[in-house]
């Protein structure tokens, strides 16, 4: 972490140790950078703040979620998953095609589809699709950008 970052990390854990949050904006402003900045500092450095919502929080701060970890979650109830991916193993016929989304619960069901002569999966995640292209017979179909919009009216 070079000098500057840390200062300002350090500047931002202070302000917000009274258990309080703090506009990404006014984050900014308090340690004189721009939004990007603070948003660079806060991807590359390892930190116990998070940004949601546009708003700096400390991750121990009621309702914070922590960093999800792939694959610390990929071993977590893995038998339970294997199991599961097994009994949806028997709903897959030949020619289908397979959204497969990111999480984890689905992963030991791509080492199953190798005896498909002809199937396709969908998917966004890079991990994903990595596992399913070395499958002999199964398309892969990766998606660049998946973006859902919702528009509200209010009157």
């Not at 992963?107 to 699709?129: C, D, G, K, R, W």
């Amino acid at each position: 972490m070079n000098g500057r970052s840390a200062l300002r990390l350090a500047k931002l854990q202070e302000a917000l140790a009274s258990g309080g949050t703090l506009h990404l904006r006014d984050a900014a402003e308090l340690c004189d950078v721009s939004e990007m900045t603070i948003r660079r500092d806060l991807t590359t450095q390892a930190t116990a703040i998070s940004l949601l919502g546009g708003r700096l929080v400390m991750a121990s701060y009621p309702g914070v979620t922590p960093i999800y970890d792939l694959t610390e979650q990929q071993a977590s109830h893995y038998q339970a998953k294997y199991r599961l991916c097994q009994r949806a193993l028997a709903f897959i016929e030949e020619g289908d095609t397979l959204f497969i989304d990111c999480g984890s619960t689905l992963i030991p069901l791509l080492s199953q589809l190798s005896h498909f002569q002809e199937l396709t999966v969908v998917t966004y995640a890079l991990n994903v699709a990595n596992a399913v292209a070395v499958l002999p017979n199964v398309r892969l179909v990766l998606l660049g950008f998946l973006c859902c919009l919702t528009v509200v009216w209010q009157r």
